[in-house]
T-cell receptor, first 115, second 115 residues
Framework: DTGVSQNPRHKITKRGQNVTFRCDPI?????LYWYRQTLGQGPEFLTY????????KSRLLSDRFSAERPKGSFSTLEIQRTEQGDSAMYLC?????????????FGPGTRLTVT | AQSVTQPDIHITVSEGASLELRCNYS??????LFWYVQSPGQGLQLLLK??????LVQGIKGFEAEFKRSQSSFNLRKPSVHWSDAAEYFC?????????????FGGGTRVLVKP
């Protein structure tokens, strides 16, 4: 069990560019979550998947954000036309589904800096 | 809507002294409560969780937390702090009744350990 992995760990981009992050959950986990954490704040929920289905999206997830989990394994989070306000740590977490204790295990995060 | 308040933004404690971090939550149903720790530049590590049963729960690294329904609190304690406990600590609430059990986090408490 290698835990949740995220790539890249750091991304610096210029305003207006598109970026894509990848998350690989723990292999047997069917739920996958994305959170955003800005400096000095706690993580905020963005969206989650049950297998390949995206079941909930936060109002924080503007139209410029899109997330996919095509085969129910890894997930990608894309931000189009990045803005300076998108600078944050993007955290991915995974958990087992119903019938289990719902603990979420977090990856190391991808730190995005928009210049 | 669920919410979590961590009243103390920073706490400084001497090595070997006891530590208590406060957490108050607001949630209309039975909450699931969690404490996570985050070291600089890292993701979140689960310290302990409360779902039901005994209101005093034990976690990793010598931490414990007590659920007090009447006070809507879930305070984290450690009898004797080690220098390696310097980190940021987040309290979170979730519920199986909410789709996906998304977590709502508090703003965090940064713990500094004096030698």
């Amino acid at each position: 069990d290698t835990g949740v992995s995220q790539n890249p760990r750091h991304k610096i981009t210029k305003r207006g560019q598109n970026v894509t992050f990848r998350c690989d959950p723990i292999s047997e986990h069917n739920r996958l979550y994305w959170y955003r954490q800005t400096l000095g704040q706690g993580p905020e929920f963005l969206t989650y998947f049950q297998n390949e289905a995206q079941l909930e999206k936060s109002r924080l997830l503007s139209d410029r954000f899109s997330a996919e989990r095509p085969k129910g394994s890894f997930s990608t989070l894309e931000i189009q036309r990045t803005e300076q306000g998108d600078s944050a740590m993007y955290l991915c977490a995974s958990s087992l589904g119903q019938g289990h204790t719902y603990e979420q295990y977090f990856g190391p995060g991808t730190r995005l800096t928009v210049t | 809507a669920q919410s979590v308040t961590q009243p103390d933004i920073h706490i400084t404690v001497s090595e070997g002294a006891s530590l208590e971090l406060r957490c108050n939550y607001s949630y209309g149903a039975t909450p699931y409560l969690f404490w996570y720790v985050q070291s600089p530049g890292q993701g979140l590590q689960l310290l302990l969780k409360y779902f039901s049963g005994d209101t005093l729960v034990q976690g990793i690294k010598g931490f414990e937390a007590e659920f007090k329904r009447s006070q809507s609190s879930f305070n984290l304690r450690k009898p004797s702090v080690h220098w390696s406990d310097a980190a940021e600590y987040f309290c979170a609430v979730g519920s199986i009744k909410a789709a996906g059990n998304k977590l709502t986090f508090g703003g965090g408490t940064r713990v500094l350990v004096k030698p």
